[in-house]
């Protein structure tokens, strides 16, 4: 198995600027696409309205206004946070922070990835919930009555999500014999459906329970609507982000896009085939003998499959009002959690049967 | 109940989708306002406009204000006779006429009380002023928006009489 | 085909309303001696007096007769205002405006009185009822335990006019701020804005240089 | 429908009694929350001071006045036609509707009544805003709760029955176009056939409304349960309108009451619903969108021609007397007690304006709830700031 990034060869130091690099594109490219596509574009044309238009052709720049306004702001701590205005100043910088940590595990190519951790999914469930202690943290700093309820909610809710979606993965792992997601990938495109192998065997259809359970789970990872209490405008008026101004509620901003893109890369890689076409189509069968191109060619395809994905989560989120917070726990304590054990012993079962 | 309950979560999704469509094919229901202009109604209540030659000065308008948001000053003048032959005739002559549209609600009771057809409204809107004090606008002002006055719009039908304006 | 404005006062056959005539029957009766005066116009309301001891009583009576939609409680200062009318010069003289005190319907005694009001549900038949508020006690009983409504009512009447409730829960000011003097709904407390601004009305037209003269050459 | 409100509510009481019960054996400390006066939900300037629980609210006390604008005062030193300028500022949103009574209750003590074609068009126009003042309701109840998506669709659509509004009266929010014996001026040419198109507008904007908020089970479940108000509590504090039908009363001044407006010419049904909770409310507000589009329907059909404006002397005093009237605007039941003493101004004028009862009643049902919740219920009471604090 080679792991490393393209060509082997290149010295220690040229790999890093290049894995740096390669991973601030695969932060914040899909961050910007889905901001501007979705949370402009998109959510616009359900109100029947155009959304930004005036900067860039069709508005397509600006989140780079956007950008620029939010750095030009004042970077303001409250008087009352002021005792502990570094640990205020450091919880965006921990949200965006385990989002640039999920990254590294994401296969983009049979060649394109930055680390091949054997056991991928579960460093990556492991440090998603990092951004837990973020939000709790800015939600304390804050001072403010508003941001601690905030930061409560959201650890209550963060916690009671982490459990169906680890269970939800269980399904797949089992299935896949493997937590490595690169070799969940080839898992999927090598794999085959009563011996057909046009498509492969996208985990999306055997495991479309987990599936589900997953999407409810990432939706409210991110605190998008239905589950967005911790942000909640209309109550806590943006919970743990009230206090924060300047850019270090834009690090909120592309935190929570970035990692709602990280997120559904994650979901295409466990139940969509990743970054992967099915081999038969090109008589591949080892992961080895995947031609070079996959590396260009896998970037997009996991790029459109992401896509895909957000879109459900946007349309969802634009679409539906939120829930209360005990109907939340509720919700992923009494249904989730006990669908997806049902789901990991049939998984299970049939995994031995077959 | 023939056919069967769609979950209302998904009647949701789907109404949103189907404005994202119609918004695609039929353009949106906003307008690009520094772009495209609405015009407003013709009765619309934009701006007040003086007609300087019929003003009095006879202070109806500033009376019934209920704000009391219009000062007038003038000053009395000798004006050539109607008549050819007959005496000059004293006339009210405006020497201001000031309207402080940071006080002014709009209500067009001044328009309606000026008994000699002066004040009109006007449905143009861009006058905003970066600071308040410069909404106080002076006779001048107001008599350039005497050309954007419209005529009256017609009557729906059933209608007794004409509207005065 | 329509009714002239009613300037002219010629007193027509009044139409009758027998509903109305009745439930006021029904109401004197219940009340007793707490009515003090009493008044009906046909086809449009009904208003009776009540003793200020008598005050809380009769909204209790009155809500066991049927009149359970509590409308509102309030007050009237009927001084007329030292400042003068609507329309009128605030800074003109006011030695000479009228101070009398004249109440309206169902009469009066007193500077203050304090008006309510209460409606049968589900029909539109509704009373208001008067109390004299006596200028050496300012209160009255509050009705805040008979009907819930009147709490806020009653906390609005007595910052706004300094009438008090006996009984009521919390007398906070809900308006103003807790330190402000005075009672704006008072007609002596004046109102600012139309005091500190000269009156519009006042005719400021120059005369003609000539009338200028002639009156200097006059003086 | 009733006994599973009162179902559901039992239930909720019990879980809260219980959760209670453990507070009381931690003795947790409890919070202030201090909701407004700059807060989203509160929609303007209420402020509302909740003692907390945990999420749980233990007392919370509505504080007004942040909007007081003393209206009573300020129609003492104006003219009845400068009083209704003024008095459409009260219900901003749907503020020809604060007119008619007032100017109902002038036009009684002058013993006018207006022609009947400005009493139709006075029933269009008070019709027109009360649509534009629900259905932004119902678009600010998705934001209230979560749902962003509505709150543009209301705009939109309100959008056209305002732009009805201008065409007709001349402004967008405060139109002024109520007069004592009738109405300023007559219709503009073209008002009814576009007022056709409108409403048919609206009634698919209810369907929009309903498929994307009434009919999501998670708007069911925010609001069913939520926020009971039993019929006699609703009578004592003086709710009306939709709050008061919700709790099952079917009480309509519109249609119960006889005043000169021409709601007793048409057919309507009055929409009531037994439960009294926060989705009863909303739901009968949004039938009453409905409802309404077909009572301007109807009126449109039937205009009668002839003059909008009685005969009426040009500076109007009003004769000595009191007079009380009310009608049921967006909001509720809006009131005037307009005491005159023979001048061109009232002597004393006491506004009855809906949302002050309405919201009064906030401490009472707010006990047990979680904050949430607040939102929820104040969404569901809907006040116009205006209208509290006058």
Known sequence: MNAVLLASDLPYWLQSIFRVVGGLVAVLLPAGTVVYLFLFKMLSFMQSRLGPMEAGPYGSFQLFAEVGKWLQKEDIVPANAQPEARIFKMAPLIVLASTFLLVVVVPFGPDALFTDFETGIFYALAVSSISVLGILIAGWASANKYSLLGGLRAAGQLVAYELPMVLAVVGVVIQAGTMNLQQIVVAQNTGSMFGWDGIGNPYVLTQFVAFIIFMISVQAELSQTPFDMPIAESELVSGYMTEYSGFRFLIFFIGEFATAGVFAMIASILFLGGWGVPFAWFGWTTIDSVDNWMNFAGPLILFAKMMALVFFIMWIRFSSPRLREDQLQRFAWKVLIPISLVNIMLTAVLKVAF | MAKPKVPGMFKGLGVTFATLLATAKNGADTVQYPHEKETPPIRARGVIALHEDNCTSCMLCARSCPDWCIYIEGHKELAPPRRAGGAPRKVNKLDRFDIDYALCMYCGICVEVCPFDALFWSPEYEYSEPRIADLLHDKAKLGEWMQTVPEAPELEAGAEKKGKK | ?219 | MTMLGDRQQLAYIASQAADARVNVELETEGMTLNIGPQHPATHGTLRIIARLDGEQVVWAEPSAGYMHRGYEKLTEVRTFPQVTALVNRIDWLGSFANEVPFILAAEKLMGVEAPSRAQHIRTILFELSRIANVSLFLGDLGVQLGAITPVFFAFRDREYVLNLIEGATGGRFHPNFDRIGGLKDDLPAGFIDETRVVMKKLRTFCDQIEDLLFGNEIFQSRTRGIGVIPKDVALSYGLSGANLRASGVDWDLRRDQDIPMAWNKTDFKVITHPDGDSFARCWVRLQEVRESTKIVDQLLDTIPAGPVMAKVPKIIKVPEGEAWVSTENPLGEMGYYVVSQGDQGPFRVKIRSASFNNISIVPWLLKGVYVPDIITILASLYFILGDIDR
């Open chain 3, 1 to 219: 085909m329509f009714p002239l404005s009613s300037t002219t006062d010629t007193p027509t056959e009044a139409p009758r309303d027998t509903v109305r005539e009745a439930e006021l029957a029904r109401i004197l009766e219940a009340l007793g001696a707490g009515v003090v005066d009493s008044l009906l116009k046909p086809n449009d309301d009904m208003w009776i007096r009540v003793t200020a001891e008598t005050w809380r009583v009769t909204a209790e009576k009155l809500k066991a007769l049927g009149y359970t939609y509590f409308g509102y409680v309030s007050a009237i200062d009927w001084l007329p205002s030292p400042f003068g009318k609507s329309e009128d010069d605030a800074s003109g003289p006011s030695g000479e405006r009228d101070s009398t005190i004249k109440q309206g319907y169902a009469g009066g005694d007193t500077r203050f009185q304090v008006i309510a009001r209460l409606v049968q549900p589900f029909t539109t038949i509704g009373i208001n009822i008067k109390v004299d508020v006596a200028d050496e006690v300012m209160a009255v009983d509050s009705w805040s335990s008979v009907f819930a409504g009147a709490n806020w009512h009653e906390r609005e009447a007595h910052e706004m006019f300094g009438i008090g409730f006996n009984g009521h829960p919390d007398l906070r000011n809900m308006y103003l701020p807790t330190d402000f003097e005075g009672h704006p709904m008072r007609k002596d407390f004046p109102l600012l804005a139309r005091i500190v601004k000269p009156w519009p009305g006042i005719v400021d037209v120059e005369p003609l240089p000539g009338d200028d003269e002639e009156e200097g050459e006059a003086s």
